[in-house]
C-alpha cells in the first residue's frame, strides 16, 4: 500500500506564495505520476498539476507561470510552489499518485487547505 501524507497548507494573503509537499511512503512503483488536484466547496475536483517520476509536467491553464510541481524522487516527495495566489486558488488541495501506464492503482492524501484571503 501506498500512504501519502501533505503539509505546508495554510492562510496567505493574496499575491503570497506557500509550498506544498507530499510525502510518499510504501510499496510506490517507481513508474508513476505524482499529481496535485484542489477541491473548492461546491465545485468538482480539478487537476492542478501533474508530475511523472521521468519528469513530465503538465498545468491547468489557470495556474501556469505561477505554480511549478517538481519532485524528488530519491525521497518520493512532490512539491507545489504556489506563488502570486489569488483568491479563486482557495481549495483544499489533494495529493495523488498513479501508477503508470495504465494507472491500475490510485492513491490520494487526506487534503490540505489553502485559503487566500486579505
Known amino acids: 500500500q501506498v500512504q501519502l501524507v501533505e503539509s505546508g497548507g495554510g492562510l496567505v494573503q493574496p499575491g503570497g506564495s506557500l509550498r506544498l509537499s507530499c510525502a510518499a511512503s510504501?510499496?510506490?512503483?517507481?513508474?508513476?505520476?505524482m499529481n496535485w488536484f484542489r477541491q473548492a466547496p461546491g465545485k468538482q475536483r480539478e487537476l492542478v498539476a501533474g508530475?511523472?517520476?521521468?519528469?513530465?509536467?503538465n498545468y491547468a491553464d489557470s495556474v501556469k507561470g505561477r505554480f511549478t510541481i517538481s519532485r524528488d524522487n530519491a525521497k518520493n516527495t512532490v512539491y507545489l510552489q504556489m506563488s502570486s495566489l489569488k483568491p479563486e486558488d482557495t481549495a483544499v488541495y489533494y495529493c495523488?499518485?498513479?501508477?503508470?501506464?495504465?494507472?491500475?492503482?490510485?492513491?490520494w492524501g487526506q487534503g490540505t487547505q489553502v485559503t487566500v484571503s486579505s
Open positions: 510504501g510499496s510506490i512503483s517507481s513508474i508513476n505520476s
Open positions: 495523488n499518485l498513479k501508477t503508470l501506464p495504465f494507472g491500475l492503482n490510485n492513491y
Open positions: 508530475i511523472t517520476s521521468g519528469g513530465s509536467t
